[in-house]
Structures are given as structure tokens and as C-alpha cells.
């Protein structure tokens, strides 16, 4: 919010009466370090003034909510109400309504692809790493509420994705995450979408020759017929 009403001027962000504003030419210019900004509150009736989106009502809202466990959290040390379940979500109802939806993962995908020791054990692998991300955020909100922060639909069936899942899978590990969903999501359709590694691979909608399994997804890699729900090779007979 404060990025935003810099856009229109910083002065906006000071708490000081317009007549004290360091602005007309006799007047010395000030550290902004050196001056108070607004509080919470005023923050927010700014931020909606410079805005050039229309501020919803749940927005306002959310930030009063957000305010207000903050200052739980910061001067109230003893009753804290918020819980991890809360925390996370707030943090990626954030994310979204400010940079739009996927922004919270792309942000801590990129921000471990960043990181200066990235790479130094396999680049592959510490990529499709960041699926525990995933894991972790879907563990802690659960499919519904993780729905809301993702360009994919997440609330159908997920299938293994086919580079994600050859990447972990061996010396350094066992892929049991299933990120890949059907795009769009209906019974003919031929391509699906993995949200870890953001890439998208044709699918022949035929049944599984495994016994057990009920799959109707198989990936060609190569040749090589792979189930995406159970992911065993489909021997032709
Ligand atoms: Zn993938
Ligand atoms: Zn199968």
C-alpha cells in the first residue's frame, strides 16, 4: 500500500499538516527517516484515495483484520489469537489481492532459484524441489481455501506430474505430491498442467492397465507410456 501512494508522493506517507511540508522552494529538505509516518489507520484511507483499482469493501476489511492482529501481536504479547492456519492464509490473501493469484509461489519458487547456493547439489532436482511449498501451504489450508490462491483449479483429481515426478524420483528421493491437473478440467481433455515446474504435456485419456488402479491419464514420454496416477509403464501387450 505504501509502494502505491509513493506512485502519487511520499509526502502523503507523513504525518505532518501540509503547511509543515518540507516543499516550497525557501524550505531546507528533510531525511525521511527523520520524520513520522501515519498510522495504520490513515494508511489504509490513503491508500484508497491515490488507488487507481476500486477498493472492495472485503479488502478494507481484511487489512482492519490484518491491523489489528498485528497489534495483538506486536504490543499484547500474552494474548496472541492468531494460529498458523490464519497467519499463512492471510499472508497469501495478500499476495494475491496485491500481485494476483500464484504470486505467493512464483515469489518462493524464485526466491530459492535466487538463493547463491542454488544448484549445488543438481539444478533439476532443487527446482522440482519446490513442490514442498505446495505440500506445505495445501497441509496447512487445506484444497479449498489453497484453491483461492492459484490460477489452477486444484479441487479436481491430481496426477503425478511426468518431468517432476523423474526429476525427485531416485538417489535423492520419492515424489508422492501430485501437482498436475487436467486443463480444463473435463473427460476429454488432452493436456495437463503442473503448477510446480508451470509446464503443460499432451495426455491420451485411455485406462490403466494396472489392476488396481483407475486411472484414465497416460503420458507418452518417449515412447514410453507412463500412468499419471499411478505412474506405472504401460506394457503394450
Ligand atoms: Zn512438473
Ligand atoms: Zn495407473
Not at 29 to 39: A, C, G, N, P, R
Not at 200 to 214: A, L, P, Q, T
Not at 224 to 231: G, I, N, P, Q, R
Amino acid at each position: 500500500m505504501k509502494s502505491a501512494i509513493c506512485k502519487t508522493t511520499p509526502l502523503l506517507l507523513i504525518e505532518k499538516t501540509r503547511a509543515d511540508w518540507p516543499t516550497l522552494p525557501s524550505r531546507a529538505d528533510k531525511e525521511f527517516d527523520s520524520l513520522y509516518t501515519i498510522s495504520g489507520e490513515a494508511l489504509l484511507t490513503t491508500f484508497c484515495a491515490v488507488s487507481e483499482k476500486k477498493i472492495s469493501e472485503e479488502f478494507i476489511d481484511f487489512i482492519e483484520t490484518v491491523r489489528q492482529k498485528r497489534n495483538e501481536a506486536i504490543h499484547g504479547a500474552s494474548k496472541i489469537s492468531i494460529g498458523v492456519k490464519e497467519l499463512l492464509d492471510h499472508i497469501l490473501n495478500a499476495y494475491t489481492w496485491c500481485f494476483g493469484k500464484d504470486a505467493w509461489f512464483l515469489e518462493t519458487r524464485n526466491f530459492n532459484y535466487e538463493n547463491p547456493l542454488f544448484g549445488y547439489y543438481d539444478w533439476d532436482i532443487e527446482y522440482a524441489d519446490a513442490y514442498r511449498h505446495l505440500d506445505f501451504a495445501l497441509d496447512i489450508l487445506g484444497k479449498k481455501k489453497l484453491n483461492k490462491y492459484l490460477k489452477t483449479e486444484i479441487l479436481g483429481r491430481a496426477y503425478f506430474c511426468p518431468v517432476c515426478k523423474r526429476t525427485i524420483d531416485g538417489d535423492f528421493g520419492y515424489l508422492e505430491s501430485k501437482w498436475a491437473f487436467i486443463k480444463p478440467n473435463k473427460p476429454e481433455s488432452t493436456n495437463i498442467h503442473c503448477i510446480n515446474c508451470d509446464a503443460e504435456f499432451n495426455v491420451i485419456r485411455k485406462d490403466c492397465i494396472g489392476e488396481k488402479c483407475k486411472g484414465n491419464v497416460i503420458h507418452d514420454y518417449e515412447g514410453e507410456e507412463t500412468c499419471l496416477t499411478c505412474f506405472e509403464y504401460q506394457e503394450n501387450e
